[in-house]
């Protein structure tokens, strides 16, 4: 076993540099450096460390928890070696005259607005598993790097000024809080009610860019596929299934939609498979949607009533007696239905009587 621990613990002889230059800028070699740090500490500190970041021959990360099974000893101890192996690479000389590469990485993380989403931050330092594991390393034994844990309202990030990020956390929070469940805003709107939130924020970070970066940190403030944003558990805003995609489809084409171009467009617009038959039956289900004729659905939200014809005349006259003509045209207005429909349902006497007048009340 210990034979085995000690191949893993041997960085790869032939390496590859850093393949992230073309994506971040990041200048210097990741793998020499994480090799010159690992070699300033005692052989099981630097075991530890190679399989807790996968800087080894695999790239998966071992849980405290794994490696002291692996060396029977508990996990508090495999953490205490782990803090031990940290603490030797910053106190080292190789950690010192590692600095200019600190300093780069510090400033990228500057440019990106100071605080970042950790999927995002180690994705755009590279795009393969094992550099990114170097890149975590390498953050993690930086003294200017700080990692927020994930929370209920945000997700996991990294940040190299805590003022920034006190700022933004209280910001989001105060974002939250403006909104209601039903408020839906477009990213433009989104940026500028943030940006109310943000006033003791270095205006060099005020750019758009930035701020969406800043808004993703949230767990509590989303956006939809439209790029509609809101509280995440908002209806509007969540989509977890076929009827949350109609919702969207059926409000971006701002008119009454036929559930079979309803279920067509949710293949081209999202990508998600809706066949015909199940997108109908949603749309039947979920009371946001109204079916306003012949397959026709419209959204409850743009006032439309739920009901049969026969309840939309109803609905028409309670304010009043009306002619026909007059109960068409309010109807119509409600209901992609034939005119004759209307009167059908307007000739039932047991809903409707037609006054001496010509007018119609409902019985």
């Known amino acids: 076993m210990a034979k085995s621990v000690k191949k893993a613990a041997k960085a790869p002889k032939k390496a590859p540099a850093s393949k992230t230059k073309a994506a971040s800028g990041i200048s210097f070699d990741t793998t020499a450096l994480v090799k010159r740090l690992l070699a300033e500490v005692p052989e099981r500190a630097r075991e530890v460390l190679v399989f807790r970041f996968g800087l080894g021959t695999k790239s998966s990360r071992d849980t405290l928890e794994a490696i002291g099974e692996r060396w029977s000893i508990t996990r508090e101890r495999v953490r205490q070696i782990e803090a031990a192996g940290i603490e030797s690479i910053r106190g080292s000389k190789a950690f010192k005259e590692s600095q200019d590469a600190f300093d780069e990485l510090a400033k990228y993380m500057e440019t990106l607005g100071g605080i970042v989403p950790e999927e995002e931050l180690l994705s755009g330092l590279a795009t393969d598993e094992k550099s990114r594991n170097r890149f975590r390393f390498l953050l993690v034994v930086g003294s200017a790097f700080f ?217």
């Open 147 to 363: 990692r927020e844990r994930e929370t209920d309202d945000f997700y996991a990030r990294w940040h190299v000024d805590h003022k920034t990020a006190e700022a933004v956390h209280s910001a989001l929070s105060r974002l939250y809080e403006t909104l209601d469940d039903a408020e839906v805003l477009t990213e433009g709107d989104i940026i500028n009610r943030f940006l109310e939130e943000l006033k003791e924020v270095n205006s060099a970070y005020r750019n758009e860019e930035i701020l969406r970066r800043w808004l993703t940190i949230s767990k509590t403030i989303s956006s939809n596929p439209l790029s509609e944003w809101g509280r995440a558990h908002a209806p509007a805003i969540r989509t977890k299934g076929i009827r949350d995609y109609a919702y969207l489809v059926i409000k971006q084409k701002g008119e009454p939609m036929h559930f079979g171009d309803v279920a067509k467009s949710i293949v081209e617009v999202f990508n998600k498979k809706a066949h015909v038959a199940t997108t109908h039956n949603e749309l039947i289900k979920d009371s946001r949607f109204v079916l306003v004729g012949r397959g026709l659905y419209a959204l409850a939200e743009w006032g439309f009533s739920p009901g049969v014809v026969r309840d939309v005349i109803k609905e028409v006259l309670v304010k009043g007696p009306l002619t026909r003509d007059e109960i068409i045209e309010q109807v119509k207005k409600v209901r992609y239905v034939k005119d004759n429909t209307i009167l059908v349902n307007l000739g039932d006497t047991r809903y409707f009587k037609r006054q001496k007048d010509g007018t119609y009340v409902a019985v």
